[in-house]
């Protein structure tokens, strides 16, 4: 199974994000990791937030490399006092929050009748229950910047035509989505915009379970459109800058899949 060799990552390319402090959430690898590449390309300084301090560290210096700025904060989102700390360590370090993604994600693709009732709990806590907290602590700060974009990630296995195994994880996603369209309307008036971003790229999970199944991976990747699995930071990364940019202003409350056309969104 090959698949075309997509645009070669490379330094900072443009300015549009110049003066904007974004937060990630799970910065550290796969997607989170080609979102906070993509947006300090861009211009944007970067809080890199995850539970591996040596995984943040790491893409920071990708980043610091590349002549960006970036932070790290090493917590677990569904702790007491997670999202509170987060907010408060992009305003204390960076000068304030303008870009707010949220993509660290607790949920497991699993049976429903195999889903353990605790891990379900986590999937919920780690999905819409931070997702919220963080957008409500961002809003004021998104407010005093005259406002900001909120980038939450979702999936397009809620419209999956086999809906087996997914069902958690759909559900988890599905109720982040609704959150997001209802911040694209009800916060609009202080300049803030609110986008769902459902991807399909490259992660150490996906390319575990690519290398273990390899027939069902091949007819995984037969299946998009492109041909082939997106690179977390140019097929992702770069086209979230974008959406968090000015060009794109007038984009919001809308579910953008950077999926290479796999997925079918009613």
């Not at 919220?132 to 296995?157: C, D, H, Q, W, Y």
């Not at 930071?233 to 000015?246: K, N």
Request: glycine share 12%; with cysteine.
């Amino acid at each position: 199974m090959s698949e075309p060799t997509p645009q070669t990552p490379g330094t900072a390319r443009d300015d549009r994000l110049a003066g904007k402090v974004a937060i990630v959430t799970g910065g550290g690898q796969g997607v989170g990791r080609g979102i906070s590449l993509g947006l300090a390309e861009s211009g944007a300084a970067v809080l890199l937030v995850g539970r591996t301090l040596h995984k943040l560290e790491s893409v920071a210096e990708e980043i610091r490399a590349a002549g960006g700025t970036a932070e790290c904060l090493a917590v677990d989102i569904i702790t007491d006092g997670a999202p509170e700390a987060i907010i408060a360590a992009a305003v204390e370090r960076l000068g304030g929050v303008d870009i707010l993604v949220n993509n660290a994600n607790m949920a497991m693709p699993l049976p429903l009748s195999d889903y353990p009732d605790d891990a379900f709990r986590t999937a919920f806590e780690g999905g819409p229950r931070v997702t919220f907290s963080l957008m409500k602590l961002a809003r004021p700060e998104l407010a005093k910047r005259g406002g900001g974009t909120i980038i939450n990630l979702v999936t397009s296995a809620a419209v999956r035509w086999d809906a087996a195994n997914y069902g958690v994880y759909s559900a988890v996603k599905e109720a982040i989505r609704a959150l997001t369209r209802a911040a694209a309307y009800e916060w609009a008036a202080e300049g803030t915009r609110a986008l769902n971003v459902a991807p399909h790229a490259h992660s150490p999970g996906l390319d575990w379970w690519m290398e273990n199944n390899p027939e069902e991976a091949a007819a995984f990747v037969a299946g998009i459109p492109a041909g082939r699995v997106g690179d977390p930071l140019v097929d992702v990364g770069r086209p979230v800058a974008w959406l968090c940019s000015a060009e794109a202003s007038y984009l919001s409350g809308a579910t953008i899949p950077l999926d290479g056309g796999q997925s079918r969104w009613g």
